[in-house]
């Protein structure tokens, strides 16, 4: 039997929902990770630092007893955001990072940015202060097709951004392409990258294989094979730019096989499984802790989890539904297998 034995990692992008759906999936995440980057994607969004401290108590109650999660909280940006506001998470000790959503890019992203410089000096407010902004880096104009949309954002906003706030830490979310895998590799030591694992694993044949398939459904896409390999490369080069952000974003079965489907992919109850097969293929195991467990709390000036899990390299099923409060959901790779699981403790 083999083992891996890895400081215990943190997830540092996950939807956790809220009431009923909260309290069914957070077990699945405070038993691999020590903390996760909240997103604030409510409806309505988690846009202050009261909203922020009362959504974390609900997280934190849903936390199973002898479980030791902490959910690292963030701010959802709009365009009526105010710099004061930043001084107060930056005064707050649970807020850790800003959330920029370009308007109707995504599930509950009515409320994001329509016009960048709209929140210029809000911007400008996080860099004093060093709070993190996290990007969902897609631009949404009907004109730009929705395969290109993430390399149009490095394009137009990113590569200015970067020039504009050499100061301001900020993390491309999810990556998805080898245009930003190469963006961030080349850029500037301020910005970063998270990784999925369902970007690690898939390939956009994945959405269509044997007719449409919305469990694979998630912004940004899936996209062709070779970016999934730049992506492999990337997170499993070494490189401290990149670390682990599952996305997980659960949505009720009914609410993705639908005539509109929602998007995203609910990964987290086998997340380490997942990354730790793509390390494994890769031939990177040796590299799974400083991607899951070192890079990230080191780009939050964090310090690293003191305790360790171990995975074990066994065959674990995949259910085939799980219980999203009182609504069945279609976990990634429903019904299915993966090679590794997290051993107990
Ligand atoms: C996320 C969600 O459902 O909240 N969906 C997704 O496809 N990833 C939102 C997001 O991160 O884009
Ligand atoms: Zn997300």
Sequence with gaps: MHTLTLTRPDDWHLHVRDGAMLASVVPDTARQFGRAIIMPNLKPPVATVDQALAYRERILAA???????????????????TPDEIHRAADCQHVYAVKYYPA???????????VIDRVWPVLEAMQDVR??????????????????REAVFIERHLSRLVKAFPELPMVLEHITTKDSADFVREGPANLAAT???HHLLLNRNAMFEGGLRPHHYCLPLIKREQHRQ????????G??????????????????????????????RNAMAFYAEVFEE???????EAFASHYGPDFY?????????????????VPEVVDFGGHPGIPLRAGGSVGWRVAAG
């Design 239 to 268: 490189s401290p730019k990149f670390f682990l952000g599952t996305d997980s974003a659960p949505h009720p079965k009914a609410a993705k096989e639908s005539d509109c489907g929602c998007a995203g992919i609910y990964s987290a």
């Design 131 to 148: 709070l993190p902004l996290l990007m969902h880096g897609e631009v949404t104009d009907s004109d730009i097709d929705v395969f290109d």
């Design 195 to 197: 990784v999925t694992a």
């Design 301 to 317: 000036r964090l310090p690293r989890n003191n305790d360790q899990i171990t995975l074990i390299r066994e065959q674990e099923r």
């Design 230 to 237: 730049a992506l492999v490369e990337v997170a499993t080069s």
């Design 282 to 288: 890769a031939g990177a195991l040796d590299r799974l």
């Design 104 to 114: 109707g890019a995504t599930t509950n992203a009515a409320s994001g940015v329509r």
């Design 63 to 81: 936390v199973p007893e002898g479980m030791s999660f902490q959910p690292l909280m963030t701010l959802y940006l709009t365009e009526q955001t």
